[in-house]
Nanobody
């Protein structure tokens, strides 16, 4: 049974940092790409970052390039999102998701399984 569980969200001041974790079960990270998405109130879900299955190729939304870093630990079957220099506009629920393939995309329908989300709130 595929399951994704996020953790690490919280309340942080502008300029601060958080590290999100996504623990996967029911599959291994060398089979599928994992994406991070976020959804703010009244807005559509948007892609934030993604890491591919094998070579660790990554993708970032322009809004987070240079501030966020995605990584994974295959031994722990866990994907991380290190978020630095956080801004109030980063406030959202953050979700990790398993893609249908091993390659990154920000196309939401390409993701087959989703975690429950973790709230990130950045105060100004």
């Amino acid at each position: 049974q595929v399951q994704l569980v996020e953790s690490g969200g919280g309340l942080v001041q502008s300029g601060g940092s958080l590290r999100l974790s996504c623990v996967a079960s029911g599959f291994t990270l060398d089979e599928y790409a994992i994406g991070w998405f976020r959804q703010a109130p009244g807005k559509e879900r948007e892609g934030v970052s993604c890491i591919s299955k094998r070579d660790g190729g990554t993708w970032y939304a322009d809004s987070v390039k240079g501030r966020f870093t995605i990584s994974k630990d295959n031994a722990k079957n866990t994907v991380y999102l290190q978020m630095n220099s956080l801004k109030p506009e980063d406030t959202a629920i953050y979700y990790c998701a398993k893609a249908w393939s091993g390659y990154c995309t920000d196309y939401v329908p390409s993701y087959t399984h989703w975690g429950q989300g973790t709230q990130v709130t950045v105060s100004s």
